[in-house]
């Protein structure tokens, strides 16, 4: 029995930091004891399928763990499903989800670890795909594989049980998804595997799979799922409440910024590098009087410099200030257009600043468009030619040229 020092209670606070479940809690105790008085690092696994080509900041508050471990000095494994994705993750699904082919997937991946490499530290991360094992598994393999759990515990999972009762179709093929992640974890003998609340059942069974291979079972780390610029909904691309890490520097600030003041707090936890006690003071200064703006702001930056670069973070803050004030950035895009005098809903549709003349209609009717500065309220208004800076609410600007 290896003792629990002080920096293993360290360790331990850093694990629990913002997390939904650490399952079970005392084997992580003695995996970071055992770790601390032998120097051997723990191998902690996250696994992303590369449904997508781009991520967003809801899907970094695992990545985000993984660094807080990593800088533990502990081993990361940042894993890219390319043959499990093949499958299709049932995970919170109704309906069979349709699995994606070979090129996309070759083509999604390839942009993954680039984005998540803004996170983790490349220098200290390995980087594994699971077709390494899974494809050399074979049919025999995978016979042997599905022989070790049952038909009746797979239909414990709530998805699976949900859709059975509704009369909705489960493919044979759904089964094996969680049976090859969980095999994952028996390939990198991994001590934690981390993700988010709705991969728990695909996480335990990396657990229950390592003891039916006779190694020392993982812990499971879940996360919450990040609640989006809504206040309401996970954060999600459909839910158009995202923040992409791919976007600019300047949108990305005005985001955070858009945020509540009680959702702030939340993002802090699970987005910041800052330590707990920082954030506490920082709470307890904005309890006092300070402006919560103050606080909002150094999480703009903190992220924004995270996925660009500290200059840009000020830059974006700059930029901010000067549309709050009603200025203009410098950098604002240059349309030409032709066939002057133009309508101004027709003036926003082709400078890209609304989708139809009818959302530029609407857009006017908010209050929301603005030419050299004055508010436009007739959507009648046609444009004579010459050069006008035109503005749709506080983050789209374009400098028309109209002839």
């Known amino acids: 029995m290896y003792p629990v020092t002080d920096q293993v209670q360290e360790a331990l606070a850093v694990s629990l930091r913002g997390c ?12 970071l004891a055992r770790s601390q008085a032998t120097g051997v690092p723990l191998r902690i696994k996250l696994g992303l399928d590369p449904t ?17 471990l990593q800088d533990l000095g502990h081993q990361v494994i940042f894993l890219i499903g390319d043959f499990t994705t093949l499958i299709g993750d049932p995970s919170g699904r109704n309906s069979t989800r349709p699995p994606l082919t ?3 997937i070759k083509v999604n991946a390839e942009t993954y670890y680039t984005q998540a490499a803004k996170v983790l530290d490349p220098a200290r991360t390995e980087v594994r795909y699971n077709s390494e094992w899974c494809d050399p598994l074979g049919t025999r393999g995978l016979i042997q594989l599905s ?9 414990e999972r709530n998805d699976f049980h949900q859709r059975f009762t509704e009369g909705n179709s489960i493919s044979l093929h759904e089964f094996l998804y969680p049976l090859l992640q969980g095999y994952d974890s028996v390939a990198l003998k991994s001590d934690l595997e981390l993700g988010g609340t709705d991969q728990k059942f695909n996480l335990l069974m990396g657990r229950h799979l390592q ?7 993982q812990c499971v780390l879940t996360m919450p799922l990040l609640v989006g610029l809504d206040g309401e909904h996970k954060m999600s691309k459909s839910k158009h409440n995202y923040i992409g890490i791919t976007e600019d520097a300047n949108t990305m600030f005005a985001k955070v910024l858009s945020i509540s003041d009680t959702l702030m ?4 936890t699970l987005l910041s590098f800052k330590s707990l006690a920082e954030i506490a003071a920082l709470k307890a200064e ?23 670069s500290a200059a840009a973070a000020d830059a974006a803050e700059q930029d901010f200030i000067n549309r709050s004030k009603g200025g203009v950035p ?3 895009p240059e349309v030409a257009l032709s066939g002057a005098p133009l309508g101004i809903g027709q003036v926003l549709k082709q400078a890209g600043l609304a989708p139809s003349t009818s959302e530029a209609h609407r857009l006017i009717d908010g209050g929301g468009v603005r030419v050299d500065s004055s508010v436009i309220s007739d959507k009648g208004l046609k444009l004579e030619a010459g050069t006008y800076v035109v503005q749709v609410g506080k983050r789209k600007f374009a400098r028309v040229m109209l002839a």
Request: hydrophobic content about 35%; cysteine-free.
């Open 20 to 31: 939904e479940e650490l399952i079970p809690q005392e084997d992580w105790v003695r995996k």
């Open 52 to 68: 997508a080509p781009d991520i967003h900041i809801g899907h970094t508050v695992v990545l985000n763990k993984m660094r807080q």
């Open 102 to 104: 070979p090129e996309q």
């Open 147 to 155: 022989a070790k759990y049952t038909v009746a515990r797979m239909m």
């Open 211 to 217: 003891q039916e291979y006779g190694q020392e079972p």
């Open 265 to 268: 707090w939340d993002w802090y």
């Open 286 to 308: 904005v309890a006092g009087g300070r402006n919560p703006k103050d606080a909002k702001v150094a999480l703009a930056k903190e992220i924004t410099a995270r996925f660009h």
């Open 330 to 332: 410098d950098d604002i």
